[in-house]
Protein backbone atom coordinates (compact mmCIF):
# COMPACT_ATOMS: atom_id res chain seq x y z
CA UNK A 1 0.00 0.00 0.00
CA UNK A 2 1.22 3.25 -1.13
CA UNK A 3 1.78 5.68 1.66
CA UNK A 4 -0.31 8.24 0.49
CA UNK A 5 -3.24 8.03 -1.90
CA UNK A 6 -5.43 9.90 -3.46
CA UNK A 7 -8.40 8.89 -5.92
CA UNK A 8 -7.04 10.81 -9.03
CA UNK A 9 -10.22 12.04 -10.47
CA UNK A 10 -11.25 14.48 -12.24
CA UNK A 11 -13.42 15.32 -10.74
CA UNK A 12 -16.60 17.30 -12.67
CA UNK A 13 -18.45 19.46 -11.00
CA UNK A 14 -20.83 22.36 -11.16
CA UNK A 15 -20.52 26.15 -9.95
CA UNK A 16 -21.67 26.14 -6.38
CA UNK A 17 -21.80 22.32 -6.24
CA UNK A 18 -19.89 20.89 -2.84
CA UNK A 19 -16.91 18.08 -3.52
CA UNK A 20 -15.50 16.24 -1.58
CA UNK A 21 -11.95 14.37 -1.73
CA UNK A 22 -10.49 11.67 0.60
CA UNK A 23 -6.89 10.94 1.21
CA UNK A 24 -5.67 8.02 3.31
CA UNK A 25 -2.13 7.16 4.40
CA UNK A 26 -0.46 4.28 5.71
CA UNK A 27 1.75 5.15 8.79
CA UNK A 28 -0.53 5.87 12.25
CA UNK A 29 2.30 7.34 14.09
CA UNK A 30 1.47 10.55 11.25
CA UNK A 31 1.29 13.98 13.24
CA UNK A 32 0.68 16.39 10.48
CA UNK A 33 -1.32 17.11 7.45
CA UNK A 34 -1.23 19.48 4.60
CA UNK A 35 -3.71 20.06 1.66
CA UNK A 36 -1.83 21.88 -1.03
CA UNK A 37 -3.69 23.55 -4.28
CA UNK A 38 -1.79 23.09 -8.08
CA UNK A 39 -2.34 25.29 -10.54
CA UNK A 40 -1.74 23.85 -14.12
CA UNK A 41 2.41 24.39 -14.61
CA UNK A 42 2.29 26.08 -11.29
CA UNK A 43 3.89 24.86 -7.97
CA UNK A 44 1.76 23.49 -4.95
CA UNK A 45 0.88 26.26 -2.82
CA UNK A 46 -0.49 25.29 0.92
CA UNK A 47 -4.48 25.48 0.90
CA UNK A 48 -4.85 23.94 4.76
CA UNK A 49 -2.91 22.08 7.69
CA UNK A 50 -4.25 19.28 9.81
CA UNK A 51 -2.94 18.64 13.16
CA UNK A 52 -5.83 17.29 15.06
CA UNK A 53 -9.53 16.78 14.05
CA UNK A 54 -9.70 19.25 11.47
CA UNK A 55 -9.56 22.65 10.31
CA UNK A 56 -12.02 25.18 8.30
CA UNK A 57 -11.14 27.98 6.24
CA UNK A 58 -13.97 29.68 4.84
CA UNK A 59 -15.62 27.39 1.84
CA UNK A 60 -12.69 25.03 2.65
CA UNK A 61 -13.21 22.23 5.48
CA UNK A 62 -10.36 19.49 6.31
CA UNK A 63 -11.12 16.44 8.47
CA UNK A 64 -8.94 14.25 9.84
CA UNK A 65 -10.02 10.67 11.05
CA UNK A 66 -7.43 8.65 12.52
CA UNK A 67 -8.88 5.49 13.80
CA UNK A 68 -9.72 5.14 9.39
CA UNK A 69 -6.51 7.23 8.68
CA UNK A 70 -7.92 9.44 6.37
CA UNK A 71 -8.07 13.05 5.91
CA UNK A 72 -10.45 14.38 3.56
CA UNK A 73 -11.02 18.22 1.95
CA UNK A 74 -14.58 19.46 1.66
CA UNK A 75 -15.45 22.27 -0.84
CA UNK A 76 -18.81 24.24 -0.70
CA UNK A 77 -19.89 26.62 -3.01
CA UNK A 78 -17.53 25.39 -6.02
CA UNK A 79 -15.79 28.43 -8.02
CA UNK A 80 -14.29 28.26 -11.10
CA UNK A 81 -11.16 29.07 -9.76
CA UNK A 82 -11.48 26.16 -7.73
CA UNK A 83 -10.29 23.90 -10.42
CA UNK A 84 -6.83 22.57 -10.26
CA UNK A 85 -5.44 19.49 -8.72
CA UNK A 86 -5.34 19.22 -5.05
CA UNK A 87 -2.38 17.37 -3.19
CA UNK A 88 -2.55 15.42 0.03
CA UNK A 89 0.71 15.26 1.99
CA UNK A 90 1.37 14.27 5.44
CA UNK A 91 4.68 14.44 7.55
CA UNK A 92 7.26 12.13 7.69
CA UNK A 93 9.44 13.03 10.28
CA UNK A 94 12.87 15.22 9.70
CA UNK A 95 10.96 17.87 8.33
CA UNK A 96 9.59 15.84 5.05
CA UNK A 97 6.44 15.11 3.48
CA UNK A 98 5.29 12.68 1.74
CA UNK A 99 2.78 13.27 -0.66
CA UNK A 100 -0.15 11.82 -2.56
CA UNK A 101 -0.56 11.90 -6.30
CA UNK A 102 -2.93 14.38 -6.53
CA UNK A 103 -6.84 15.01 -6.90
CA UNK A 104 -8.24 17.02 -10.43
CA UNK A 105 -10.63 19.08 -10.01
CA UNK A 106 -12.71 20.67 -12.98
CA UNK A 107 -15.20 23.25 -11.76
CA UNK A 108 -17.35 23.98 -14.81
CA UNK A 109 -20.10 26.69 -15.33
CA UNK B 1 10.21 39.18 -0.08
CA UNK B 2 10.73 37.12 -3.27
CA UNK B 3 10.33 33.81 -1.33
CA UNK B 4 11.94 30.81 -2.91
CA UNK B 5 13.37 31.10 -6.54
CA UNK B 6 14.84 28.90 -9.00
CA UNK B 7 16.93 29.25 -11.86
CA UNK B 8 16.45 28.78 -14.84
CA UNK B 9 13.10 28.30 -15.95
CA UNK B 10 13.36 25.85 -18.34
CA UNK B 11 16.56 24.35 -20.22
CA UNK B 12 16.99 21.43 -22.97
CA UNK B 13 20.04 19.54 -22.41
CA UNK B 14 21.31 16.60 -24.52
CA UNK B 15 21.97 13.08 -23.22
CA UNK B 16 25.26 13.55 -20.96
CA UNK B 17 25.43 17.16 -20.46
CA UNK B 18 25.89 18.30 -17.07
CA UNK B 19 23.92 21.04 -15.48
CA UNK B 20 23.15 22.78 -11.83
CA UNK B 21 19.73 24.08 -10.85
CA UNK B 22 19.74 26.91 -8.08
CA UNK B 23 17.20 27.74 -5.69
CA UNK B 24 17.29 30.27 -3.21
CA UNK B 25 15.49 31.54 -0.54
CA UNK B 26 15.10 34.76 1.36
CA UNK B 27 12.82 33.66 4.38
CA UNK B 28 16.37 32.55 6.51
CA UNK B 29 14.35 29.00 6.40
CA UNK B 30 16.21 26.08 7.52
CA UNK B 31 15.33 23.32 5.45
CA UNK B 32 15.58 23.26 2.40
CA UNK B 33 14.22 20.53 -0.22
CA UNK B 34 14.65 19.38 -4.27
CA UNK B 35 11.33 17.32 -5.52
CA UNK B 36 10.81 16.32 -9.13
CA UNK B 37 7.60 15.85 -10.66
CA UNK B 38 6.03 13.35 -12.95
CA UNK B 39 2.91 12.69 -14.73
CA UNK B 40 1.40 9.70 -12.65
CA UNK B 41 4.36 9.90 -10.23
CA UNK B 42 3.27 13.16 -8.30
CA UNK B 43 5.89 14.98 -5.98
CA UNK B 44 8.99 12.66 -5.02
CA UNK B 45 12.09 14.03 -2.95
CA UNK B 46 15.42 13.64 -4.30
CA UNK B 47 17.29 15.50 -1.74
CA UNK B 48 17.44 17.64 1.51
CA UNK B 49 19.50 19.74 3.75
CA UNK B 50 18.83 20.42 7.48
CA UNK B 51 21.20 23.48 7.37
CA UNK B 52 23.98 25.02 5.71
CA UNK B 53 26.43 22.44 4.61
CA UNK B 54 24.51 19.38 5.47
CA UNK B 55 22.70 17.17 2.88
CA UNK B 56 20.38 13.87 2.82
CA UNK B 57 19.47 11.95 0.34
CA UNK B 58 15.87 11.52 -0.55
CA UNK B 59 13.37 8.46 -2.46
CA UNK B 60 15.19 9.19 -5.77
CA UNK B 61 18.34 10.78 -5.05
CA UNK B 62 20.01 8.46 -8.03
CA UNK B 63 22.16 10.85 -10.90
CA UNK B 64 21.88 13.79 -8.74
CA UNK B 65 24.23 15.84 -6.52
CA UNK B 66 23.48 18.92 -3.83
CA UNK B 67 25.46 21.26 -1.90
CA UNK B 68 24.10 23.52 0.16
CA UNK B 69 27.08 26.52 1.02
CA UNK B 70 24.80 29.29 2.24
CA UNK B 71 21.77 28.69 4.44
CA UNK B 72 19.78 30.31 1.80
CA UNK B 73 21.22 28.70 -1.57
CA UNK B 74 20.52 25.09 -2.07
CA UNK B 75 21.69 23.93 -5.51
CA UNK B 76 20.64 20.13 -7.65
CA UNK B 77 23.77 19.01 -9.64
CA UNK B 78 23.20 16.68 -12.90
CA UNK B 79 26.54 15.29 -13.66
CA UNK B 80 25.26 13.20 -16.89
CA UNK B 81 22.05 13.73 -17.57
CA UNK B 82 19.78 11.02 -18.73
CA UNK B 83 16.44 11.21 -21.16
CA UNK B 84 14.89 9.73 -17.39
CA UNK B 85 15.83 13.00 -15.67
CA UNK B 86 13.15 15.18 -17.75
CA UNK B 87 10.68 16.59 -15.49
CA UNK B 88 9.68 19.46 -13.91
CA UNK B 89 12.02 20.16 -10.77
CA UNK B 90 10.65 21.72 -7.43
CA UNK B 91 12.24 23.33 -4.88
CA UNK B 92 10.93 24.04 -1.48
CA UNK B 93 11.78 25.20 1.81
CA UNK B 94 10.70 25.37 5.11
CA UNK B 95 10.97 26.91 8.72
CA UNK B 96 12.00 25.46 12.16
CA UNK B 97 9.69 27.35 14.23
CA UNK B 98 6.81 24.27 16.26
CA UNK B 99 3.99 23.17 14.96
CA UNK B 100 3.68 24.31 10.99
CA UNK B 101 7.05 23.41 10.70
CA UNK B 102 6.61 20.78 7.91
CA UNK B 103 4.78 23.59 5.98
CA UNK B 104 6.58 23.67 2.53
CA UNK B 105 7.26 26.76 0.71
CA UNK B 106 7.81 26.20 -3.45
CA UNK B 107 9.63 27.50 -6.07
CA UNK B 108 8.27 28.01 -9.55
CA UNK B 109 9.98 24.90 -11.46
CA UNK B 110 12.81 24.28 -13.45
CA UNK B 111 11.20 22.63 -16.57
CA UNK B 112 13.82 20.33 -17.96
CA UNK B 113 14.03 18.36 -21.53
CA UNK B 114 17.04 15.83 -21.84
CA UNK B 115 17.00 14.70 -25.38
Known amino acids: RKEVEQDPGPFNVPEGATVAFNCTYS??????FFWYRQDCRKEPKLLMSVYSSGNEDGRFTAQLNRASQYISLLIRDSKLSDSATYLCARGAGSYQLTFGKGTKLSVIP | NAGVTQTPKFRVLKTGQSMTLLCAQD?????MYWYRQDPGMGLRLIHYSVGEGTTAKGEVPDGYNVSRLKKQNFLLGLESAAPSQTSVYFCASSYLAGRGQETQYFGPGTRLLVL
Open chain 1, 27 to 32: NSASQS
Open chain 2, 27 to 31: MNHEY
